[in-house]
């Protein structure tokens, strides 16, 4: 045989320029293309549902509940008012008379919206503080006294569905 009587192959280019090479490799070009996008979604827009301390949360789980059973004892008793118009909070404490009070503000997913507001005395029964009011939506709240040495000497805590313009809540 002579190198002339082989059949030629025939040459139909680059390989980019072939059909076949396309078939099998768009959809593999289009899932990672599509998982670029999902990953990049993911870590831009994640939320805190996963708190970040999760030993110290843990730990608090654990500890005693003598401020709750304090405050029962006690009597105390608190009405919350929350004036979106004037950024006022009001609350009505009945059986303690302390000179401020600390209300705190627990978002049930995002802990970068929690917030301390400390309540002072105005008169009797009466206490007042100025405040950024958290949006419209489910909160933690926890009323307390905290002693000079930082720790709860009472505990109210409840769970409210914020609704401006005005929203009350009575805790227990």
């Not at 708190?51 to 110290?56: G, I």
């Not at 009797?124 to 040495?149: F, H, K, M, Q, V």
Request: aromatic share 12%; charged share 25%.
């Amino acid at each position: 045989m002579t190198p002339t009587s082989h059949p030629r192959e025939h040459d139909e280019g680059p390989w980019y320029k072939q059909f076949w090479a396309w078939f099998v490799f768009t959809p593999l070009i289009v899932v990672v293309i599509a998982c670029s996008i999902t990953v990049t979604i993911a870590f831009k827009t994640k939320e805190d549902v996963v708190v970040d301390d999760y030993y110290k949360v843990g730990k608090m789980i654990n500890q005693s509940f003598v401020p709750e059973q304090r405050a029962r004892e006690l009597g105390i008793v608190a009405d919350l008012i929350f004036d979106s118009e004037t950024g006022e909070v009001i609350a009505e404490v009945e059986g303690t008379e302390d000179e401020s009070l600390v209300l705190s503000f627990s978002h049930p997913v995002n802990a970068d919206l929690d917030q301390y507001v400390t309540l002072k005395h105005i008169t009797g029964t009466r206490y007042r503080a100025d405040a950024s009011l958290p949006e419209n939506g489910r909160w933690y709240l926890r009323l307390s006294e905290i002693s000079d040495a930082g720790e709860e000497v009472w505990r109210l805590q409840g769970e409210a569905q914020m609704q401006y313009p005005q929203s009350v809540l009575t805790l227990r």
